[in-house]
């Protein structure tokens, strides 16, 4: 690997010559758009308005460093350290799974149910925090609770909640064997593991590779038992008319809406 200049044109043909293999040309570009508005302060427009500016030395190394990391593929949000996740900017590191549009939509349709929405919330699984951390800045007068099993992911999303001023209570709990302790809610949601440890060859490389297999990936046959055990665990801990929300694998959602309707729950 080698920069022609100090200049950012040659940043940007840096990029694309390391870069090619692995994405096409819309990607890299807006992979270096990213890399230049983390770095650098950039606006988009600059890509071209500035491509003459001189690059300062500090500058070029953590950018260069960025494209080795990148060409390795890396997902570009492990490489800055953030992501976007709803309206809100959260660290991610190896410990925690980069938050999915998917799971945007699912923010979105339990802050649209519940408007002035004040009683209390659990997340199960919680990774970096953006689903009880967004509901809390979208729903301030709840209570919002966040277990995970893994105390790495739990410093991380303690820090994501500091830097997004919302107030989330954050505990070590495995979804398999929570508790007797757990509280009653009014709202649980959940986006747990759900793909087989024998499917892992079915997920991209990039993900495999660089994504923590903890939140990833199922031990065993039975690739719902985790909406399983947290169906089982409203039993006990979901508040009268309360609601249960989940991300579901589309292949598998059918198995899960039957067993909740084996349950008695109301299904939508």
Not at 10 to 22: A, N
Not at 152 to 177: C, M, P, Y
Not at 210 to 225: N, T
């Amino acid at each position: 690997m080698r920069v022609a200049g100090n200049k950012l044109k040659h940043l940007v043909s840096f990029f694309r010559s390391e870069l090619h293999k692995l994405y096409s040309n819309d990607e890299i570009d807006e992979l270096a758009f990213r890399v230049f508005e983390h770095f650098l302060n950039f606006k988009r427009e600059d890509l071209q308005l500035r491509e003459e500016e001189l690059i300062n030395q500090s500058q070029l190394l953590l950018i260069y460093d960025a494209v080795k990391e990148l060409a390795t593929a890396k997902p570009l949000q492990y490489v800055l350290g953030e992501a976007y996740f709803y309206k809100y900017i959260f660290e991610v590191n190896e410990h925690v799974l980069i938050p999915r549009p998917e799971t945007e939509e699912l923010v979105e349709m339990i802050f649209n149910q519940n408007k002035e929405f004040s009683g209390s919330i659990l997340d199960l699984g919680t990774g970096s925090g953006c689903i009880p951390i967004s509901l809390k800045c979208l729903l301030p007068k709840a209570r919002v609770e966040a277990c995970d099993i893994s105390d790495e992911a739990l410093t991380l999303a303690k820090r994501n909640a500091g830097r997004n001023r919302a107030e989330v209570s954050f505990f070590n709990g495995d979804i398999l064997g929570l508790p007797d302790s757990v509280s009653h809610y009014d709202i649980i949601v959940s986006n747990p593991p759900y793909i087989k440890r024998s499917e892992s060859d079915q997920i991209h490389d990039n993900v495999k590779k660089h994504e923590p297999h903890l939140a990833l990936f199922v031990d065993g046959d039975d690739s719902i038992i985790f909406y399983k055990k947290i169906i089982d665990l409203c039993a006990n801990n979901l508040n009268s008319k309360g609601k249960l929300y989940f991300e579901l694998n589309p292949l598998t959602a059918n198995e899960v809406k039957a067993y909740a309707e084996s349950k008695k729950y109301l299904v939508q």
